[in-house]
């Protein structure tokens, strides 16, 4: 049985509006992720090419609160803006740490 078998037609149709919305918000938000990750990439680079540390705690303390702040004003739950930067900050660093790995210059 369908989840909506049996529901109104005219609340089929707001379901289907509302998942609609959801799904373009969906798509927004992994290119902006993508675009968001192509400029880290960059960083990446730069970091690597000058020996530069793949993690920067201070930047990544103020971007937290900086992020948690624009949560607190979208009316969105701060602690989960904070797990959500987390997590991408870590796979930044892992992308930056992959990258000075290559950089290395390796014995001929």
């Known amino acids: 049985m369908n989840e ?12 289907a509006e509302l998942r609609d919305s959801i799904d373009n918000i ?14 880290t990439q960059r960083v990446g680079q730069l970091k690597a090419e000058h020996r530069l540390p793949p993690a920067d705690p201070a930047r990544e303390a103020r971007q937290i609160a900086r992020l948690r702040e624009l949560a607190e004003n979208a009316k969105l739950d701060p602690a989960f803006a904070e797990k959500l930067l987390n997590f991408i900050i870590a796979e ?9 790995g290559e950089s ?3 014995d001929s």
Request: hydrophobic residues 45%; charged residues 30%.
């Open 4 to 15: 909506i078998d049996g529901i109104d037609e005219s609340v089929r149709a707001q379901l």
């Open 26 to 39: 969906d798509a927004a938000v992994v290119h902006m992720l993508a675009e968001r990750f192509k400029c």
């Open 92 to 100: 930044v660093i892992r992308h930056h740490e992959t990258l000075a």
């Open 104 to 106: 290395v210059p390796r």
